[in-house]
């Protein structure tokens, strides 16, 4: 939008704001969903105000219209409920996860290239001994050697309690 279309525009809002307000509060019977109603009408029609003729005011209207049937016909229309206040859920403490993540992942990162590959292909991917055999262009035997050397280096790096909880 050209600085001048801008201006225009702003003055646009700033004179029928009040007038569009109400007809989105008569629209969603509720203040902050008329002002996010108008919200998005306006920035709908800031996007194609270079292209609007004769009663941008008519043009917003529609816009809103439209918008606030689409919102009816929505199966997530009506879900929110207002309360007074939220309701009291404690939450459990799980910073231990991220700790535990970032111990897996700083061991992950000390093992040599091609066992962090096998890790990875095997429990990340989830593919089978075979297909890590095809993709990284070795037996069987070695996948299965390879993996059997990376998590014991990583129960050294680790301990065994964090590679069972993983």
Known sequence: MQPSQQHEFAVFVASRSDSLIRLAYVLTNDQHAAEDLLQ?????????????????????????????????????????????APPEQPVEDRTHEVENRLTLQQALRALPVRKRA?????????????????????????????????????????????????
């Open 118 to 166: 096998v890790l990875v292909l095997r429990y990340y991917e989830d593919l089978p001994e075979s297909e890590v055999a095809k993709i990284m262009g070795c037996s069987v035997g070695t996948v299965r050697s390879q993996t059997h050397q990376a998590v014991a280096r990583l129960r050294e790096l680790v301990g065994e309690h964090l590679i069972l909880e993983a």
């Open 40 to 84: 998005t009408a306006l920035m709908k029609t800031a996007g194609h105000w270079r292209r609007i003729r004769g009663n941008p005011e008519a043009y917003v209207r529609k816009v809103m219209y439209h918008e606030q049937v689409g919102r009816w016909r929505s199966p997530r229309w009506g879900r929110e409920r207002v309360v007074p």
